[in-house]
């Protein structure tokens, strides 16, 4: 059976890559509406670093991604303390062993 995708189209190319790095990535082509100066700007960079339009556009993108689920994460955190204030007993620790300042470590 002929293959639906020659090995010479993009789709090809990676099909052939994760062929041989025994990994199954799926690309799927979007397409995004940016003001002229902004494509500029990422054309200069994607240049800069040796990548392709599509690359830099992906990199950038997951780094958001990650930003904002590491930002969710802290914010539920905080809620979390907020719901549910630490009491001394978890810390384990007296509160005076805890404190900084006018102990044997303390310059002065």
Not at 31 to 55: F, H, N, Y
């Amino acid at each position: 059976m002929a293959e639906l995708w020659p090995t010479g189209t993009a789709f090809g190319i990676v099909k052939n890559i994760n062929k041989k790095l025994n990994m199954n990535i799926t690309m799927k082509a979007i397409q995004i509406t940016m003001e002229a100066d902004l494509v500029e700007q990422v054309d200069r960079c994607a240049r800069s670093l040796g990548d392709s339009r599509s690359a830099f556009a992906r990199k950038a993108l997951r780094e958001a991604v990650q930003r904002r689920n590491r930002e969710t994460l802290e914010q539920r955190h905080i809620e979390g303390y907020r719901r549910t204030p630490p009491t001394e007993q978890d810390f384990g620790i007296p509160e005076a062993d805890r404190c900084w300042g006018d102990d044997a470590w303390s310059e002065g």
